[in-house]
């Protein structure tokens, strides 16, 4: 037979020869949920560590889901949520659970647009599942059918994920995982498909069927074509948190759950608390397992995450009074490495898109892969900063200076609390946009935090850092949540642990009686005191507005939003200034009414004004809603934000006109009573600061950022 015939037959059927002539599957041919690789993803100061399990189409499992996933994921090259169909815990806490209820919200609106239907399952017990359903049948039944995108499953019924074995070992409060993964079959011996002389006629029968009739009755097995099969990988999953926890892990024997004739372990992944991993009885029961590769899944303050953000954080700051991010996480110390310099022992630290490699391939041997992680020094935005202020410079001159605006002679007797945004767009984060969050500070010593989407803390950790961050947090006066969905009240829970861990206090939540039981349900299972305020009460009862101002100086006035149920807006007053926010919300004379003669209005501007069907179909308002209920009110400056995702890049100010007191936030603006006339100034220079973003602006007007996914 010629080698030719063989060569076609063998790729045909998924074969690929090598340089040396020898004969190795393919990769893709691997099973549905046969493994490919583990990555980390997240594992920062802000973001808790996950690991993704894929397979060779990206298809896979995710362990462990904290706040701020979802958004990684996002911006990771090569990994989609859409391809995620599986998530368990490692145990129960906010910080390994908080990001599933957005990632079945992203799932469900894709399913929506490519008219699949593919439910995320979780496994969990009792009080994840509590968790969610909680979340998503209490606060998101109207909105997204969760019994047909998400699933709850017991852990205790987890044997198997596709063709992968799974042993669930409980400690206290945590889960071990051991995963048996498929064997790959061995390498077709070209010697022996020459010895058989099978007919070409046959020899695509027997790859496609696995065994063919010769003459004689002779049959031939595929199997009798390969080389002996490799041991199959096991992957271990191991979680301590506690000094008990770590005496009971180092009594469990992993290595008789392992065949040493047909499999191999190759991987152990220590998701334990950090101050555990450092204990000395710990090492001893990493030292145990030399010959295999460990991986500690902490906080990497070396791992540079979100890039897109980044480089356009430092064009901002450069020209406008945007928060220049945080930049020396990457300088703190870690007890950690040092357990890296085990000479016994192969330990690695993770690091956000580390991947290991379970399987060798035609490019990469079993192993660690460092592709895709990014590095220090890609965050150097030298240039790009250098290209903002010139073309800044430019605006500036060719603007005219000299006489004064309407903005500038409102700002006579004008004050305003500092406001920070730290979240601009709405539904769910993408690469450039986090969830509302909107943080005041006066030096009165009020502050507030105005919604709490999903990483509300993680945007304030990697603007001002870890420790600044808890301060902030800790004096907050309370957090107001305007409505149910999770873009606004996602990073709740979160706020409320860093506020009780910084001062022992529970948080001051004011919000919606519809989500009284869900705030009280996550009070119970994570242990963190509320001081829960029905806005509903607040709004109807005189006496408690005056107790509210009497504790925290300001006035509440609240009229109800037209959203979803039980939505509210806002206006808050000192004896110095008014702000009024709209929240989610369409045009609303109710909300002029409480606004009226406000300092500050930050209203949503969800669409365009081309779209206004489509702002009232969702109960959203367009650009020239918000800043034409800016007028009624009688404002003296309007912010827009709430931005659709079809504007990730830059906001809605195409074909808009714009008065000079409105301006579009972006993530991390913080405007002061000092700045923000140079504010409204800014929008006219955003397409000399970003170039290409304004051209796919003009391109593609209807652009939805969700079909690109």
């Not at 802000?46 to 706040?67: M, Q, V, Y």
């Not at 079945?104 to 496994?123: G, I, K, Y």
């Not at 029968?205 to 004689?216: A, Q």
């Not at 590769?293 to 356009?312: E, G, T, V, Y």
Request: with cysteine.
């Amino acid at each position: 037979m010629k080698l030719s015939t063989i060569r076609l037959a063998l790729r045909r059927f998924h074969y690929k020869i090598s340089r040396e002539g020898s004969f190795e599957p393919r990769t893709h041919s691997l099973a549905p949920m046969a493994v490919a690789a583990v990555q980390v993803v997240g594992g920062t100061p802000a973001i808790s560590p996950s690991l993704l399990f894929t397979d060779s189409k990206n298809k896979g499992f995710l362990i462990n889901a904290g706040e701020g996933i979802q958004r990684m994921i996002l911006e990771s090259p090569g990994l989609r949520i859409a391809n995620i169909t599986d998530i368990l815990a490692t145990r129960f806490e906010y910080n390994t659970v908080a990001s599933i209820p957005g990632i079945s919200l992203f799932r469900r609106d894709q399913q929506t647009v490519n008219a699949a239907h593919n439910p995320l399952t979780v496994w969990g017990t009792d009080s994840l599942n509590g968790f969610l359903r909680t979340t998503q049948l209490d606060c998101f039944a109207d909105e997204t059918g969760s019994d047909r995108h998400l699933v709850l499953k017991e852990l205790k019924n987890l044997t198997a994920l596709g063709e992968i074995t799974v042993k669930t070992v409980p400690l206290i409060t945590s889960h071990c995982y051991v995963f048996y993964l498929p064997q790959k079959p061995g390498n077709v011996n070209k010697k022996k498909l020459k010895e058989m002389k099978i007919p070409q006629k046959l020899l695509a029968t027997l790859f496609k069927t696995g065994s063919v009739e010769l003459g004689g009755g002779k049959v031939v097995n595929k199997s009798d074509l390969l080389d002996p099969s490799e041991p199959a990988p096991v992957l271990i999953v191991v979680d301590a948190q506690s000094e008990e926890e770590c005496k009971l892990l180092s009594k469990i024997d992993f290595n008789s759950m392992i065949d040493e004739s047909k499999q191999t372990l190759l991987l152990m992944v220590h998701f334990s608390d950090r101050d555990v991993v450092v204990k000395d009885d710990y090492k001893t029961f990493m030292n145990g397992f030399k010959d295999i590769d460990h991986l500690i899944m902490c906080k990497n303050p070396s791992s540079r995450i979100l890039f897109d953000c980044a480089q356009r954080n430092a064009i901002l700051s450069s020209v406008l009074p945007v928060e220049r991010l945080f930049g020396s996480l990457e300088d703190f110390s870690s007890d950690l490495t040092n357990l890296t310099k085990n000479p016994e022992t192969s330990i690695t630290l993770s690091e956000h898109l580390l991947k290991y490699n379970v399987y060798p391939t035609q490019k990469s041997a079993v192993g660690w892969q460092r592709n895709n992680v990014i590095l220090k020094k890609s965050f150097n935005f030298e240039a790009e900063e250098k290209s903002a202020k010139l073309a800044y410079n430019n605006f500036i001159l060719v603007s005219d200076q000299k006489s004064e605006t309407p903005s500038k002679k409102l700002r006579r007797g004008f004050f305003c609390p500092d406001m920070t945004f730290l979240g601009t767009t709405s539904t769910y984060s993408s690469t450039y946009r986090n969830v509302s969050g909107i943080f005041l500070e006066c030096k009165e010593g009020f502050s507030a935090l105005l919604d709490a989407g999903e990483m509300t803390v993680g945007q304030l950790i990697r603007l001002h850092g870890p420790e600044k961050a808890e301060e902030l947090i800790g004096k907050l006066n309370f957090l107001y949540i305007s409505h149910i969905h999770f873009d606004h009240c996602g990073g709740s829970m979160s706020v409320a642990e860093h506020y009780h861990k910084t001062n022992g206090k529970p948080l001051t939540v004011l919000c919606p009686i519809r989500m009284l039981p869900w705030f009280k349900y996550l009070s119970s299972v994570f242990k963190v005191p509320l001081n829960l305020v029905p806005l509903g009460k607040i709004h109807q009862d005189k006496s408690l507005k005056e107790e509210l101002y009497k504790e925290h100086g300001v006035m509440i006035e609240l009229c109800p939003a037209i959203h979803t149920r039980d939505s509210w807006s806002i206006a808050l007053k000192s004896d110095e200034w008014k702000v009024a926010y709209s929240g989610d919300t369409t045009p609303n004379s109710q909300f002029v009414e409480i606004g009226k003669d406000c300092d500050v209005l930050i209203h949503e501007a969800t669409h365009q004004s081309t779209l206004s069907e489509d702002a009232a179909k969702k109960r959203h308002s367009t650009v020239a809603q918000a800043i034409e209920i800016g007028e009624q009110m009688n404002a003296r400056y309007t912010v827009l934000t709430h931005f659709s995702l079809r504007y990730q890049k830059l906001p809605p100010f195409l074909d808009e006109t714009v008065p000079d007191n409105v301006m579009f936030a972006h993530d991390f603006m913080k405007i002061t009573k000092g700045n923000i006339d140079t504010w409204c100034q800014a929008t006219g220079a955003l397409p000399l600061l970003f170039p290409a973003h304004y051209n796919d602006l003009k391109k593609q007007p209807y652009y939805k950022y969700k079909n690109k996914l």
